[in-house]
């Protein structure tokens, strides 16, 4: 099967929307699944793309913290510090990768439209604000002292982000702020969880993809992953620069306008649904 100039065009916009939302508090897989509404992919990649293009952004991260990631893992020999880190990386990635393990199918074929992002959207908006407006310490990476507990919970948290439009980035900012982090620490937190996470659901969704998508549709997942990719490494120093000088309010007021619109346009006849393969 061939793929044409409008399924390669298809890739490179929704690879530049992944790379600007995957880290921001705005819900990647929300945009992408309005993206993909009003774009045509090829047929095997319906429903499998928003996530498997998420592979670029695990890649960014790698850029971006290879030297810290190599680093830290190294130091886990004799650095009772570091192994407590991984230790909470670790207890934090279990719910969300067990819930999202046992319930993708589910989550595929029943939450993923626009409506429900849409709504999505709009509380985590609220949440995301109510949430800034609480003083928080300043803590030189305070990340790396979280309890078990507090990394549980910042987890259980995460969890919800497997509903459309919640947002990762958005759910572990707004629980590691709750258990304390000041918001250039719980940004760095959900970078680090992010690895793990991403990692883990995207192979899991390029195996599926693999064995019934075409050499050429392929291409264009690979296409969509490296814009991504390039897009995401960028955003990823601008929100910590943003972050550290700045609220969270825009994305809050972001998302709430962004949710209303999608409800008004998701009236039936404006806005297909996500088709799902």
């Known amino acids: 099967m061939s793929v044409d100039a409008g399924d390669v065009l298809t890739a490179i916009l929704l690879g530049v929307l992944e790379g600007l939302s995957e880290f921001l ?4 897989t929300g945009h992408l699944i309005v993206g993909a509404s009003l774009l045509d992919l090829p047929p095997a990649l319906r429903g499998s793309f928003e ?7 695990v890649l960014a991260l790698l850029l971006h913290y290879g030297r810290d990631l190599a680093s830290s893992l190294w130091a886990m020999r004799n650095d009772p510090q570091a192994r407590h880190f991984w230790a ?3 207890v934090a990635s279990l719910p969300a990768g067990m819930t999202g393990f046992l319930l993708r199918n589910w989550i595929k074929q029943t939450l993923f439209s626009p409506s429900v992002v849409a709504l999505a959207l709009m509380a985590g908006g609220v949440v995301l604000l109510l949430t800034d407006r609480q003083p928080r310490p300043q803590t030189r990476d305070a990340e790396r002292h979280l309890s078990l507990r507090q990394a549980l919970f910042i987890g259980c948290v995460q969890t919800l982000a497997l509903i459309p439009g919640v947002s990762r980035s958005a759910a572990t900012i707004v629980g590691a702020m709750r258990v304390g982090l000041d918001r250039s620490s719980a940004t760095r937190f959900s970078f680090w969880l992010a690895i793990p996470l991403l990692g883990s659901a995207t192979l899991s969704e390029l195996v599926d993809v693999a064995g019934r998508a075409s050499r050429a549709e392929l291409g264009v997942l690979l296409l969509g ?8 490494w960028l955003a990823i120093a601008w929100l910590l620069r943003f ?3 700045h609220s969270l309010a ?7 306008a962004f949710g209303l619109l999608l409800l008004l346009v998701t009236r039936p006849g404006i806005l297909p649904a996500a088709p799902v393969a």
């Open 25 to 28: 508090p705005i819900s990647s």
């Open 51 to 57: 996530i498997t293009i998420q592979a670029g952004a």
């Open 88 to 90: 909470g990386i670790l």
């Open 225 to 232: 992953c490296a814009v991504s990719a390039a897009v995401a």
């Open 243 to 245: 972050v550290s000088g």
């Open 250 to 256: 825009p994305f809050g007021w972001y998302r709430i």
